[in-house]
């Protein structure tokens, strides 16, 4: 058996007039992410780091910004896309680490929800994908609530 593991990480600018997603799911808060599709910053980390452990680019190269086919498009659709070329691939996968830097909203409760989602999304277990959200300690931009950043490590295996 062939195991890789990747490495994905994104951010997003907040902004007032959009809906915040995270994990798939919408949060209630005044502010939500900016960009082509819905913004999903841990989503897209994911996709980054699965793509990325396959050898096969990165989530830009995949699903553009530059098309129409994927404007305010669910993350989720992207997720699940990218697990379809995986497989094809001839990849499995094995488990996720990803960590979410936010200062607000607060996470922590809405994970186990995160989790449920994107192991439907993905045909996995929802012990397979660990999520955890941290803040920094109001540094940086993340700090001073401009924006939010994603970190997800990945596990695939190749029989």
Known sequence: MKIRTGFGYDVHKLVEARELWLGGIKLDHELGLLGHSDADVLIHALCDALLGAANMRDIGYHFPDTSGDFKNIDS???LARTM???REK???FGNADITVVAERP???IHIPHMQEVLARVMEIDTDDISIKATTSEK???TGREEGIAAYASVLICKK
């Open 106 to 108: 607060k996470l922590k």
């Open 90 to 92: 001839g990849y499995e």
């Open 76 to 78: 989720k659709i992207l």
């Open 84 to 86: 379809t070329l995986i």
């Open 139 to 141: 540094l940086g931009f």
